[in-house]
């Protein structure tokens, strides 16, 4: 038996004016909370801890704060933080109730501060039915939850964790890895190599990475003139619009990404560390602009709770050079056009290629040489000496698995990071 990790989505019927106004109250002081202990830099729990416990919400969005944090300064190295996050609740914080014979079957409890809470009828994912049910009757593990407001309307994303059959047992020497190269050229290329070692089917989303670009540059154009005017709420709800359509670009390219690795004989999609991704980025003002405003993070987390609903493993390794580096002799070469890569070793069979699907071999070649599995045993290892998690808290490293789990990594680095 293995583990699988879903979120399961609820729709909050029509609550009345009075939650409504709970609702805002917690979601204001969540967010409160949030930029405070962000701008105070708190990058352990307990010293998140102090800024968190002045605030009036429920001990379980005080403890997903003191968790999640921390991450933001070691893990994605935020610089900036969007003024709109899903309010956070760990494990513990809500509570199911199912009614078959009501029209609304399902009700949520929903923390507001101390011992008060909020009773509201929810409609849930009717594809999900079975993974509600089973969360209900504790054959399933209910982990964290996030409560956020759409166009006037509430929703909840709960995680769930279930025992499922395992698929193939192939060990990492039997699978077939998939590089991942994400970039604003192509928005991103994927490639394996076959059993001769040769870089077979490669797939590149190069026309979803133009139109990304289109709609960012129309984006700040119009904002930065907006402002000009004194017209920020316009410019905010505009902003929202294109980014709702980038939204629907990165959830259909990797919605294909994992399709693509399902028609691989026992696939993993091996990812960059993001760990190392910003550490990287060290180009003039404008560009490094750029890059940390790209969608990495939204890209990977949309990958991964994709990828985990259907089985397919995810591995990760450092990206240093791979872009730079030729993957049939590995020196390193230039880039003398955007798409192109140029290897400067003259007795190398390459000459120029393409630069991302040489940069997608080379993550594929970096997780064959081991190096993504003793990446694996030695974080293990350190997560195993250092732990001050809390004590009625989830755990947050799971995958992800829906639209909210994704926009929140991307609000999480800034206002058009991910």
Same mark, same amino acid.
């Given at each position: 038996?293995?583990?699988?990790?879903?979120?399961?989505?609820?729709?909050?019927?029509?609550?009345?004016?009075?939650?409504?106004?709970?609702?805002?109250?917690?979601?204001?002081?969540?967010?409160?909370?949030?930029?405070?202990?962000?701008?105070?830099?708190?990058?352990?729990?307990?010293?998140?801890?102090?800024?968190?416990?002045?605030?009036?919400?429920?001990?379980?969005?005080?403890?997903?704060?003191?968790?999640?944090?921390?991450?933001?300064?070691?893990?994605?190295?935020?610089?900036?933080?969007?003024?709109?996050?899903?309010?956070?609740?760990?494990?513990?914080?809500?509570?199911?109730?199912?009614?078959?014979?009501?029209?609304?079957?399902?009700?949520?409890?929903?923390?507001?501060?101390?011992?008060?809470?909020?009773?509201?009828?929810?409609?849930?994912?009717?594809?999900?039915?079975?993974?509600?049910?089973?969360?209900?009757?504790?054959?399933?593990?209910?982990?964290?939850?996030?409560?956020?407001?759409?166009?006037?309307?509430?929703?909840?994303?709960?995680?769930?964790?279930?025992?499922?059959?395992?698929?193939?047992?192939?060990?990492?020497?039997?699978?077939?890895?998939?590089?991942?190269?994400?970039?604003?050229?192509?928005?991103?290329?994927?490639?394996?190599?076959?059993?001769?070692?040769?870089?077979?089917?490669?797939?590149?989303?190069? !026309?979803?990475?133009?139109?990304?670009? #289109?709609?960012?540059?129309?984006?700040?154009? $119009? +904002?930065?003139?907006? &402002?000009? @005017?004194?017209?920020?709420?316009?410019?905010?709800?505009?902003?929202?619009?294109?980014?709702?359509?980038?939204?629907?670009?990165?959830?259909?390219?990797?919605?294909?990404?994992?399709?693509?690795?399902?028609?691989?004989?026992?696939?993993?999609?091996?990812?960059?560390?993001?760990?190392?991704?910003?550490?990287?980025? !060290?180009?003039?003002?404008?560009?490094? #602009?750029?890059?940390?405003?790209?969608?990495? $993070? +939204?890209?990977?987390? &949309?990958? @991964?709770?994709?990828?985990?609903?259907?089985?397919?493993?995810?591995?990760?390794?450092?990206?240093?050079?791979?872009?730079?580096?030729?993957?049939?002799?590995?020196?390193?070469?230039?880039?003398?056009?955007?798409?192109?890569?140029?290897?400067?070793?003259?007795?190398?069979?390459?000459?120029?290629?393409?630069?991302?699907?040489?940069?997608?071999?080379?993550?594929?070649?970096?997780?064959?040489?081991?190096?993504?599995?003793?990446?694996?045993?030695?974080?293990?290892?350190?997560?195993?000496?250092?732990?001050?998690?809390?004590?009625?808290?989830?755990?947050?490293?799971?995958?992800?698995?829906?639209?909210?789990?994704?926009?929140?990594?991307?609000?999480?680095?800034?206002?058009?990071?991910?």
């Amino acid at each position: 038996m293995g583990k699988l990790t879903k979120t399961l989505e609820l729709k909050l019927v029509d609550p009345n004016a009075h939650k409504r106004q709970k609702l805002r109250e917690t979601q204001d002081t969540y967010q409160q909370a949030l930029q405070a202990a962000f701008a105070a830099g708190c990058d352990t729990q307990s010293r998140a801890n102090d800024v968190v416990v002045e605030y009036d919400l429920s001990g379980y969005a005080k403890n997903a704060l003191k968790q999640y944090v921390p991450q933001l300064h070691n893990s994605y190295d935020a610089d900036e933080l969007h003024d709109d996050h899903p309010v956070r609740f760990t494990n513990e914080g809500l509570q199911l109730d199912h009614q078959p014979q009501n029209a609304i079957e399902w009700y949520v409890k929903i923390p507001h501060h101390e011992d008060y809470h909020l009773w509201i009828p929810a409609r849930a994912n009717p594809d999900q039915r079975d993974w509600l049910e089973a969360l209900y009757a504790d054959d399933a593990k209910m982990g964290e939850s996030r409560l956020f407001e759409r166009d006037g309307t509430w929703y909840l994303h709960v995680t769930a964790t279930r025992d499922v059959e395992d698929k193939s047992a192939a060990s990492a020497d039997e699978r077939t890895p998939i590089g991942v190269d994400i970039g604003e050229a192509s928005l991103v290329t994927v490639c394996h190599r076959d059993e001769c070692d040769s870089p077979v089917r490669p797939r590149l989303w190069a !026309d979803d990475g133009k139109a990304v670009r #289109r709609l960012r540059k129309t984006h700040f154009t $119009a +904002k930065r003139r907006l &402002q000009k @005017r004194g017209s920020e709420r316009i410019a905010e709800s505009y902003g929202d619009a294109l980014w709702d359509q980038i939204d629907d670009v990165f959830h259909r390219v990797t919605r294909e990404v994992v399709e693509y690795a399902e028609s691989v004989e026992n696939p993993v999609l091996v990812l960059e560390d993001l760990t190392y991704i910003r550490e990287n980025m !060290d180009y003039s003002e404008y560009m490094n #602009r750029r890059l940390h405003g790209w969608g990495f $993070a +939204k890209l990977h987390a &949309q990958i @991964r709770y994709k990828a985990a609903e259907k089985g397919i493993p995810i591995a990760t390794v450092n990206p240093r050079n791979t872009s730079k580096a030729c993957h049939a002799c590995g020196e390193h070469g230039s880039r003398p056009r955007q798409a192109t890569f140029s290897c400067s070793n003259d007795d190398c069979w390459v000459g120029e290629y393409q630069a991302d699907v040489n940069g997608a071999i080379n993550i594929t070649d970096r997780y064959c040489s081991g190096e993504s599995h003793r990446r694996s045993d030695r974080a293990s290892r350190q997560k195993a000496g250092d732990d001050d998690s809390a004590t009625d808290g989830a755990s947050l490293t799971g995958p992800q698995d829906s639209q909210a789990d994704a926009e929140n990594q991307q609000t999480t680095l800034g206002t058009y990071a991910s």
